[in-house]
């Protein structure tokens, strides 16, 4: 057993000392009280907000949402596989792990529909 397999994980958290205008630490002890949480949870939501972890840089949901939505609202079947092609272009470009296939099921409009298979990078190949 280590030394730090002893300690909270709040003691092996990262510190950073901070000198603040007159004033702030009193603003943030009242946000804090108004959010119902210490002083130091009310720093790191802050700080969270105004710096998110960066995003993957895998296409992110929304956007192939958006390309299972464009193949899903061609009119024919033939346009449907066009757009399929070209969706499964722009996700190999971006090297993302995720490939839009069609289901053997139709919707209730009974146009196909339209799933992602995922795996590790190249194991899904067009055919």
Known sequence: MTDDDSKFPSELADR???????????????AAEANNR???AEIVATLEKEYPEPKPEAPEF????????????AETEEEQDIRMREA????????????????????YQGKRQIFMAMGPLGAIRRR
């Open 38 to 40: 210490s002083m130091n």
């Open 88 to 107: 499964n272009m722009v996700l190999d470009a971006a090297n993302a792990p995720i490939r839009l296939q069609f289901s053997a099921e139709r919707d």
């Open 62 to 73: 929304d956007r192939i949402y958006a390309l299972m939505s464009h193949i899903h609202a």
């Open 16 to 30: 950073f000392q901070v000198r603040m205008p007159p004033g702030m630490r009193d603003r943030i002890k009242a």
